[in-house]
């Protein structure tokens, strides 16, 4: 059975950093697309960030430049290392992984879900 368990939320203050980590229960962690999803509430979930098993990666515009996502196979640990936090990134935060080959920031593609992390960025 796949877990994805997350941590490393918080509440900070406008222009601090969090760095949120996932870790895996999966034996084909390395070969697996991975990604981080935030949703606020009254608000859809959206792709935030994702690495696929070349670790190539895509951001969302809104993060781009302030977050970054990288994975370590050897741990089974996906991170996502968030700078210059602003009002507008509090949500919770979801680490997920997809079966397919696509590895885009789009909800539906991703089979397996962790708990959420909730991010909290005072102004």
């Known amino acids: 059975q796949v877990q994805l368990v997350e941590s490393g939320g918080g509440s900070v203050q406008d222009g601090g950093s969090l760095r949120l980590s996932c870790a895996a229960s999966?034996?084909?962690?390395?070969?697996?697309?991975m990604g981080w999803f935030r949703q606020a509430p009254g608000k859809e979930r959206e792709g935030v960030a994702s690495i696929n098993r070349y670790f190539e990666t895509i951001y969302a515009d809104s993060v781009k430049g302030r977050f970054s996502i990288s994975r370590d196979n050897a741990e089974n640990t996906l991170h996502l290392q968030m700078n210059v936090l602003k009002p507008d990134d509090t949500a919770m935060y979801y680490c997920a992984a997809s079966w397919g080959s696509g590895c885009q920031l789009r909800p539906i593609e991703y089979d397996y879900w962790g708990q959420g992390t909730q991010v909290t960025v005072a102004s």
């Open positions: 999966l034996s084909t962690f390395s070969s697996t697309c």
